[in-house]
Each structure stands twice: as structure tokens, then as C-alpha cells.
């Protein structure tokens, strides 16, 4: 677990036929909202929903999602979250494109750096997990407290 995120809640998210228990960074608007990389693997943003073949459906957000890009001003951006399990497909999927789903999800939790599976989705901007990243932001301070 990120050391960096004491502040957790545990949350219930009702994922359709199933609760998905996850720890969440706290609450806004009544959604539990989690960082880059740290929502359950089954909760996919509008985009990601289209990028596996699928719609929301006409469901509600079930969570958010919240995250700045590396530069520290850059604005904080978010983005709703929708449940797989409630998504319907933009059409009706062939065995390849389940493979290709399958396989997308499979590949968002799995680390470049390490190549572990995580049971979390790594960020899509480094595709790294916490553990390695945190490596790689601890050199970054290292290197600024030294100059
Ligand atoms: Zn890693």
C-alpha cells in the first residue's frame, strides 16, 4: 500500500451483481473518490469504457476519479467512474474484442518497471506501480533536497 496515503476510507461500491470493497481517498458529491491508479479494476472512466467496446448505460458514476499530471501546477482533473458490470456494450462484443477487454484490463494492472500484477490498475501515464514509482519520486526528492 501506498505509505504516502494514510488518509484511507474503506468503502462499499455496488458494482452491479457484486460489492467491490476498496479504499478510497475520501468523499466528494457523496462518490468516494480515488487517485490515479487506485480505483478497483472493474470502475472504468467514459473513455476507457469506450476504448473496451462498452457504454455507461445510463448508469450513475459510482466513483471519481481524481488526479493532477506531474507538473505541480498543473489543474486537478476529474473524471467519473462507472461500473463495468452495469455497462452495456456498444455492440454486441465478438470473442476477439472480449479477449481485447480481457487482456486491457489485465495489461492496466500489470508494472512496466517490475512487471508484476498489481491488484490495482497502474496509472496509464507511467504504467508503473505505487511500490516502483515511489522509488522513483524518492530519488527525484533525494536529488532536489541535495541541490
Ligand atoms: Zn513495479
Redesign the pocket.
Known amino acids: 500500500m501506498n505509505p504516502r496515503n494514510r488518509r484511507q476510507s474503506v468503502v462499499t461500491i455496488h458494482d452491479g451483481r457484486t460489492h467491490v470493497v476498496a479504499l478510497c481517498r475520501g468523499f466528494r458529491d457523496g462518490l468516494p473518490v480515488f487517485g490515479w491508479g487506485e480505483a478497483p479494476a472493474t470502475l472504468l472512466t467514459r473513455t476507457q469504457l469506450r476504448a473496451a467496446g462498452l457504454r455507461p448505460n445510463g448508469q450513475d458514476p459510482v466513483a471519481l476519479l481524481v488526479f493532477r499530471h506531474h507538473r505541480p501546477y498543473a489543474r486537478e482533473t476529474v473524471a467519473e467512474l462507472f461500473s463495468t458490470e452495469r455497462a452495456a456494450p456498444r455492440r454486441v462484443p465478438s470473442p476477439a474484442q472480449r479477449r481485447a477487454l480481457a487482456f486491457a484490463l489485465r495489461a492496466r494492472r500489470v508494472?512496466?518497471?517490475?512487471?508484476?500484477e498489481?491488484d490495482y490498475c497502474?496509472p496509464t501515464s507511467t504504467r508503473?506501480?505505487?511500490?516502483?514509482?515511489e522509488a522513483e519520486a524518492a530519488d527525484a526528492t533525494d536529488a532536489l533536497e541535495v541541490a
Open positions: 508494472c512496466v518497471e517490475c512487471a508484476r498489481k497502474v508503473q506501480c505505487w511500490d516502483c514509482f
